[in-house]
């Protein structure tokens, strides 16, 4: 035998441990949660003899042996008291490594560590359960507080424990775990997928079912908004991100027919009202619903689109800045981008709206990554674009993205030193990591079945759905959608690497345009590799960008310029804070665009509505264009009086009645919420941030 026993016989023959063989030393064990339970040594065989079974080993006998040492040594060094869980597993990694058992030893060590790490996600589910049941996570701007969502956000802190923790492997976990990586909607990693463009048109004209009868083809324009509305709703509870209508004024537009103008205005209306009021995903929150539209020509089309924006411009009940839909409005030279343009009039409209609203955004068609798509590409409101396609068609319709993973790109900026070769490096480890890990996403949500997605997937709104049956695996039809990687905090990672960011210096600037670059090169390369979809995400860092920036605090300090604010500035941006002018930002920016074909977008800060300031919003909007941007939007500050109705820029209370119950809504990530449902990373961000142009 080795040491261990060795020892533990000549304490025996010294007559410390006699008559051992034939008494039972232990007859209690105390637990991790204090109770204390009977001391089986059966338990501590079963423990190693299956950690041997893991490297090959079979001897059961072997097992019961090295059970016995163990608790021979137990007796030596427990002299008084009760045992703990914790003894006994000190205890058993020092017999087998002291016997020889290294490899067993190694298992069992390993097994520890998860049944460890596994208390431990049970415990602090407990502690996130308690707090969701005071209130709602805020990672989500626009989830209510209401029981259903704290019941939905329990839920899904529990699928996010049995994912990282049974599903998921073991290197994706701990990269997510540790904040190398972001698994995005880490909740639903095995339930569905993130997001669709809606193939609209189709769903009015044939009539769908959602599931409690068949709804047939409305005749009128009111019918049709209203199934829009439906449409949206049904959709939303088969995925966990946005849902969009690639084309609302087309496809809208065969349903005006002779309605008059005050019909078509009432049922935009009435659509607007339904998407800021009707539930979806067990009632926590209201669809995150984008419409593209601007370019449809036909008169039919155009009233779509004018309705849509004056009732938007009109507000809610009292006036109040609609949340939803995100509304994203298509430019196109020869279309609406210039004066004699059909729909340059409907263009104004959608600035003077915009103006007010903070909606509609702006999509360009024109950009050359856009360009050879003609008017298909549309985007999400929170900034997804999904288009090439190695499968199928190149359109935006039926399809979206699959799921989409975050790098964190600070933290590699801050180990690599300032060395770049260093950082490239380590930044093509992460990419590949990353990709493996959406690689194995994706094997997951294929084997899912089309009645697991019974409206999406089972009403044929993903492209190629219609020619699969209920119990079939959407594999064959996901290949149709985009598996991306996104990254937040390049303005961070330029200061760690240089010193400087890319608004401070134009060789940073050159620097984050060949990183960026060298993100899609590998993500291109991927894409080949495993002949699907892979693309680079601009990603919106909602409620990552404060997890991201905490975790490396913790572990590097508080760095100025990097790690010294509660958020990490959102994927290619200026960082907020940084005074610049509107024109210098879309020219800084604009190069990222066609880089990140996941998706992006880049704002213009005002200080207050730019109502009186048109011409200043017409020349961005078109400068943006005019530099190669794919998605944009004005920022600015909206407040609302609830008592009284009045707008305004209000410091604390109302100038006009007093109150202080304001509704305060600005745009975060592409999508629009009020302030009191920021996180607070986000409320740090908004605090931060600077006009570009004095409204």
Do not use: W
Not at 58 to 79: P, W
Not at 219 to 246: E, T, V
Not at 301 to 314: D, N, P, V, W, Y
Not at 406 to 416: Q, V
């Amino acid at each position: 035998m080795a040491k261990v026993q060795e020892e533990l016989d000549k304490e025996i023959k010294k007559g410390q441990l006699i008559n051992f063989r034939f008494q039972k030393t232990f007859r209690s064990i105390q637990k991790r949660d204090g109770r204390i339970m009977e001391f089986d040594v059966n338990k501590i065989t079963d423990a190693i003899f299956n950690a041997a079974r893991a490297v090959g080993g079979e001897d059961r006998q072997l097992a019961e042996e090295l059970a016995q040492v163990v608790v021979k040594y137990l007796s030596k060094t427990k002299t008084t008291g009760i045992p703990s869980v914790e003894d006994v597993q000190d205890a058993v990694e020092k017999v087998l490594i002291e016997t020889g058992h290294a490899k067993t030893a190694k298992v069992y060590i390993l097994y520890r560590d998860r049944r460890t790490r596994l208390r431990d996600a049970k415990s602090e589910l407990m502690d996130i359960v308690q707090e969701i049941l005071a209130e709602t996570s805020r990672e989500n701007a626009n989830v209510s507080n209401s029981p259903s969502a704290k019941m939905l956000q329990i839920a899904s802190a529990a699928s996010k424990k049995y994912y990282l923790y049974r599903l998921i492997p073991e290197e994706f976990s701990q990269a997510h775990i540790e904040g190398d990586i972001h698994i995005h909607d880490l909740d639903f990693y095995g339930k569905t997928l993130t997001c669709v463009q809606i193939p609209l048109g189709r769903l009015l004209t044939e009539g769908f079912d959602t599931g409690h009868g068949y709804i047939r083809p409305p005749k009128r324009i009111s019918s049709a908004a209203a199934l829009a509305a439906i449409i949206l709703q049904s959709s939303q509870n088969d995925m966990h991100g946005g849902q969009s209508f690639a084309f609302f004024d087309r496809d809208m537009a065969p349903f005006v027919k002779e309605s008059s103008e005050d019909e078509v205005y009432q049922a935009m209306e009435a659509l607007i009202y339904n998407l800021n009021s009707m539930h979806s995903r067990a009632g926590a929150q209201v669809p995150f619903s984008s419409l593209n539209l601007g370019t449809d020509t036909s008169s039919e089309g155009r009233l779509i689109t004018r309705s849509l924006l004056l009732a938007h411009e009109r507000g809610l009940g009292r006036g109040e800045t609609p949340i939803f839909p995100n509304i994203l409005f298509r430019l196109k030279k020869g279309v609406n981008l210039e004066p004699g343009d059909p729909n340059y009039d409907l263009f104004q409209l959608a600035m003077r709206v915009a103006a007010k609203r903070l909606n509609p955004t702006f999509a360009f068609m024109d950009s050359s990554f856009n360009s050879a798509y003609g008017e298909e590409v549309s985007y999400m409101g929170c900034r997804t674009r999904v288009i090439a396609n190695r499968h199928g068609e190149e359109v935006s319709t039926g399809r979206g993205n699959l799921s989409f993973t975050t790098i964190n790109l600070p933290r590699l900026g801050i180990k690599a030193h300032g060395n770049l070769e260093h950082f490239y490096n380590e930044l093509d480890k992460v990419i590949m990591l990353a990709g493996r890990q959406l690689y194995h996403r994706y094997r997951v949500q294929s084997k899912l079945k089309v009645k697991d997605m019974p409206f999406l997937m089972g009403q044929h709104l993903y492209l190629d759905s219609e020619k699969l049956g209920p119990e079939d695996p959407i594999g064959p039809v996901i290949k149709h959608g985009t598996l991306s990687i996104g990254f937040i905090g390049l303005a961070e990672t330029l200061t760690a690497l240089t010193g400087a960011h890319h608004g401070q210096d134009l060789g940073s600037q050159q620097l984050g345009v060949e990183i960026i670059s060298h993100m899609r090169q590998r993500i291109d390369e991927m894409a080949e590799e495993y002949d699907l979809n892979y693309t680079l995400l601009a990603t919106p860092a909602e409620g990552l960008s404060g997890r991201f920036v905490a975790m490396d605090r913790s572990l590097f300090g508080e760095i100025p310029g990097i790690t010294d604010k509660d958020y990490y500035t959102n994927s290619f941006h200026i960082p907020v804070e940084h005074d610049i002018s509107c024109f210098d930002k879309i020219n800084l920016e604009a190069p990222y665009h066609s880089l990140t074909n996941a998706g992006h977008i880049s704002y213009v800060e005002f200080s207050s509505p730019p109502t009186d300031n048109m011409e200043a919003f017409e020349n961005i909007v078109k400068h943006m264009a005019e530099s190669d941007m794919g998605y944009a939007g004005i920022n600015f500050p909206i407040d609302e009086c609830r008592s009284c109705g009045k707008q305004g820029i209000f410091e604390s209370e109302c100038s006009s009645c007093g109150s202080t119950d304001i509704r305060r809504v600005r745009r975060i990530t592409g999508y629009l919420s009020t302030v009191d449902r920021f996180n607070d990373a986000k409320k740090a961000e908004l605090g931060d941030r600077k006009s570009h142009i004095k409204g």
